[in-house]
């Protein structure tokens, strides 16, 4: 198989490569669901639907047909099973998802699999096949798991980023909202979606987020969240990179069995967003939260965080990757607030017309990120806590946000007098794209700007080769 990457002449008439498809056959995936490796010329399709054999029509033919017809029949698909068996009830069900599933995988490259043409699009990259019955698919899907893969995956280089934290911290309304106000949030910081909108509106629709309707349920603790892939254009450097996000279920976060599965969702990424609950910090609530449970000691996740990262990866005392810890739910902290600092700017957005120019707000999250911490800081197990994570994590900051900016409402089922929560005033968010824009800045796709030099960016941390030429050649 390794030959493909340098293929001979016969090869590249034989599948339809072309020297422009090529320069992308070392781009190294990384499939966002088993972490399997491949790359875009060994990766697999489903046939397309016109060419599967259903298992009626195969029955009704006559051996020698049948002997042609096998390697289209209908069939299970065993790879793809065994991966969805470790996440019960999380498999995708949609009508569409299920079809596809019975379509066999087709190996373009190994020897007694079933042949085709690679078919890129305009710019060479490999995204779909032509089997030799000319039928045209293009559902890529991984080698190892046989998931569909998101649409280009594998072009630009892919960040994984991880959404952790305890049960109810807040993770799915945040990133929930998130997308919702990706759009803007991007344009704000000098990009531009360019892929993956339906993935965001389908996250959104499952966790709809408006005034008089139900809020998301919590994610059952053995649920699987289908990862969302977006594509993204920095403006000014053109460079494209393509986002994993994983909501991962706050019971996965902190129990050790959990994290044998749900571990390498968290192991495998490149920035984390730890929610923390200020329910986990009593003391900042001003005792006006009646919580029913005790919530769970804030050291717990990281302990957790630090078992996957430092202990699992034999990292001697720290890890660098990138975690933004950020305090969820900040409209609660209003009364604690009120008696203290009534000026915070937790409570106010960023306003990006004060910066000259695109990029990573700097005075914003110097500000916010020290305010965090000193606010944590206050007790004895807040402090533990920051010192905990600084332990643990060399690149991480403190942010505060709220996704809602309205306090939820607590119902109960009629038929069976479980509790829900709705909100009765239009929701409104308050600095809930700073941790996501940390992580770009972290990550080196993102250039800090500072308000009071709108001329002059500062650099990045991790300044790409690219970027630089583009500066110096100013
Ligand atoms: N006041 C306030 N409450 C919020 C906010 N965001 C979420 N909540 C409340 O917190 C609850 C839990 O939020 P989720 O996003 O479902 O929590 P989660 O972290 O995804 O929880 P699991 O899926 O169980 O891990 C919501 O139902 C709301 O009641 C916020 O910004 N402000
Ligand atoms: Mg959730
Ligand atoms: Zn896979």
Not at 247 to 271: L, T
Not at 452 to 463: C, I, Q, T
Request: net charge neutral; aromatic share 10%; glycine share 6%.
């Amino acid at each position: 198989m390794e030959s493909i990457f340098n293929p001979t002449e016969e090869m590249k008439r034989k599948f339809n490569i072309t020297d422009e498809m090529l320069k992308y056959a070392d781009n190294a995936c990384l499939c966002p669901y088993c972490f399997g490796v491949f790359k875009p010329f060994t990766v697999t399709f489903r046939i397309a639907p016109e060419s599967v054999c259903g298992a009626m029509r195969y029955e009704t033919l006559m051996s020698e047909e049948k002997a042609t017809a096998e390697p289209y029949r209908e069939r299970r698909d065993t790879q793809y099973e065994e991966f969805w068996k470790r996440f019960p009830g999380s498999e995708p069900s949609d009508e569409e998802s299920r079809a596809m599933v019975k379509r066999p995988v087709m190996h373009m490259l190994l020897p007694g699999h079933l042949r085709g043409q690679f078919v890129s699009d305009n710019e060479g990259f490999p995204i779909g096949m032509v089997d030799e019955k000319g039928n045209r698919s293009d559902a890529r899907v991984c080698p190892h798991c046989h998931n569909r893969l998101p649409l280009n995956f594998g072009k630009y280089p892919v960040k994984y980023i991880a959404l952790v934290g305890i049960t109810s911290s807040g993770k799915t309304v945040y990133l929930s909202q998130l997308f919702k106000n990706l759009y803007m949030n991007l344009n704000d910081i000098g990009y531009i979606q360019v892929d993956g909108i339906d993935e965001v509106e389908e996250f959104c629709r499952a966790n709809l987020i408006r005034k008089g309707k139900k809020l998301p349920a919590g994610n059952a603790p053995d649920k699987l969240t289908l990862p969302v892939a977006v594509t993204i254009q920095n403006k000014e450097t053109r460079e494209i990179h393509t986002l994993i996000f994983y909501d991962i279920a706050g019971e996965n976060c902190v129990n050790s069995e959990q994290m044998k599965k749900y571990g390498p969702f968290i192991v495998n990424s490149d920035g984390i967003i730890m929610i923390v609950d200020p329910s986990q910090f009593p003391e900042l609530l001003d005792g006006q939260e009646e919580s029913e449970e005790e919530a769970a000691y804030p050291g717990k996740v990281i302990q957790a965080m630090y078992r996957a990262f430092v202990a699992a990866k034999s990292i001697k005392g720290q890890s660098d990757v990138p975690m933004a810890v950020a305090l969820s739910k900040s409209d609660l902290l209003r009364p604690y607030f009120a008696n203290r600092n009534r000026n915070s700017n937790i409570f106010r957005n960023i306003n990006y017309k004060e910066y000259g120019r695109k990029g990573f707000p700097y005075n914003d999250y110097l500000n916010i990120t020290m305010e965090t911490r000193m606010l944590l800081e206050q007790e004895r197990s807040g402090k533990a806590f920051v010192d905990a994570v600084k332990n643990g994590f060399g690149k991480s900051d403190f942010f505060a946000f709220s996704a809602l900016n309205v306090k939820p409402v607590a119902k109960k089922e009629e038929e069976n007098g479980s509790v829900y929560y709705i909100i009765e005033e239009d929701p409104e968010v308050l600095r809930i794209e700073e941790p996501f824009n940390w992580i770009l800045y972290q990550l080196g796709m993102l250039e800090k700007v500072d308000k009071n030099k709108p001329e002059e960016a500062l650099d990045r941390p991790k300044g790409r080769g690219l970027f630089r030429l583009l500066k110096n050649s100013k």
